[in-house]
């Protein structure tokens, strides 16, 4: 078997949507052609809009997709205790610091920035400030580059630049403790061996704060691919599950033509499936 591990990483707050099927589909191809593992994460952290059901209509429209994987699926509430000691030890080298700045301070900033047509960013406020595990209600902050940039290699993108100063100490525990979506990833991939990770062009964004986050922890980057989002005949992105919940009441919303695009997806799918599966035998 190949050194080749791929994810597919859902969350289960709605049905599987049709950008999230292909991005499974592309990390099962690329591990059956190479002979690598598809792994199964479930990011399901979000406990008020996670559910098993949700869990189960994911698993069966892979199914019927036809996508597999090896292992036992992770689930990500199950590991929550994994991260904590991964934070104190970020802290504990001064790569991360604990902030305890209030939010009314901090949205009369954030409002005086939008009033100044200024992009908001923490101002840093505690970064040097050496706050203690004793300094009550705080979150914990990553220490990013100040200056600079941070260089995302990418498959597809080639090298994409994001300076510096565009990205701030951003959260990666909140007040009770828990930790944040950028954090969680990295940990996971990391745990799970995750060698390659293909996802959406939507999380492009994300990309630089984990690779900062991959060079805090010490753990090597995986090799990132970030596709283009799938469109519907309009050319717009397909809204995401959220936006579909939005704009349920107007009949002209892109839900209505959710039918006829899944079917053509999954008809390049099988396609593609096909051929792959021609190419190895
Ligand atoms: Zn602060």
């Known amino acids: 078997m190949s050194s080749v591990v791929v994810r597919f990483a859902p969350s289960p707050t709605g049905s599987l949507h049709i950008g999230s099927a292909r991005t499974a589909l592309y990390n099962w191809l690329y591990a059956r052609h190479t002979g690598g593992k598809m792994l199964l994460r479930i990011e399901d952290t979000d406990v008020e809009r996670s559910t098993p059901e949700n869990v189960r209509i994911i698993f069966d429209g892979l199914r019927w997709l036809g996508v597999d994987w090896d292992e036992e699926p992770v689930y990500q509430s199950q590991r929550v205790d994994r991260y904590r000691p991964l934070i104190d030890k970020l802290i504990a080298e001064g790569k991360a610091y604990r902030c305890v700045c209030n939010k009314d301070d901090l949205d009369a900033k954030r409002e005086s920035a939008i009033a100044d047509k200024r992009k908001y ?20 902050r990553l220490k990013m580059p100040v200056d600079g940039a941070i260089v995302v290699r990418d498959v597809v993108l080639g090298e994409v630049s994001f ?48 690779v900062v986050v991959y060079e805090a922890l010490g753990y090597d980057l995986p090799i990132f691919t970030h596709m283009p989002l799938t469109h519907g005949p309009d050319g717009k992105n397909f809204p995401n599950a959220t936006a579909r919940r939005r704009s349920r009441n107007s009949p002209s919303s892109a839900t209505c033509r959710m039918p006829c695009a899944i079917i053509s997806c999954v008809s390049d799918g099988r396609t593609a499936i096909r051929n792959c599966l021609r190419r190895k035998s």
Request: charged share 25%; proline share 6%.
């Open 163 to 210: 300076p510096a100063e565009e990205l701030d100490d951003w959260i990666i525990a909140r007040t009770d403790g828990m930790p944040t979506y950028n954090f969680v990833v990295v940990a996971d991939d990391h745990d799970m061996r995750v060698t390659h990770v293909i996802r959406g062009a939507d999380h492009l964004n994300n990309t630089p704060k984990q």
């Open 121 to 140: 960013l923490y101002d840093r406020t505690c970064r040097d400030a050496g706050h203690g595990p004793d300094c009550g209600a705080h979150v914990v």
